[in-house]
Nanobody
Framework: QVHLVESGGGLVQAGGSLRLSCAAS????????VGWHRQAPGKLRELVVV??????NCADSVKGRFTIFVDNAKNTVYLQMNSLKPADTAVYSC?????????WGQGTQVTVSS
């Protein structure tokens, strides 16, 4: 089991940028699934961008705006979010997984004002 802690959320105006970080308590290089999900108020949690076995899967709504970075040396996963929209407002959680077993962070709030 690995402990994940997200940071970097906050309030930003539409069109702005944020970089989220997810620090793991141990090595993340052993996981075959690494990524970010989000949940807006009253909505189900949705995939934002996830790397599975080296293949990146990204939600259509964030393509061209959000990028995932993995720093194995720092055991940290980043989510660079550009051109933010009010519709991006949500709690963002990171996830790592291996052989069907996932670990999740507690989430960080991102609020985009219009």
């Amino acid at each position: 089991q690995v402990h994940l802690v997200e940071s970097g959320g906050g309030l930003v105006q539409a069109g702005g940028s944020l970089r989220l970080s997810c620090a793991a308590s141990g090595s993340i290089s052993r996981f075959n699934v690494v990524g970010w999900h989000r949940q807006a108020p009253g909505k189900l949690r949705e995939l934002v961008v996830v790397i599975t076995n080296g293949v990146t899967n990204c939600a259509d709504s964030v393509k061209g705006r959000f990028t995932i970075f993995v720093d194995n040396a720092k055991n940290t996963v980043y989510l660079q979010m550009n051109s933010l929209k009010p519709a991006d407002t949500a709690v963002y959680s990171c996830r790592v997984g291996r052989f069907g077993t996932d670990s999740w962070g507690q989430g960080t709030q991102v609020t985009v004002s219009s």
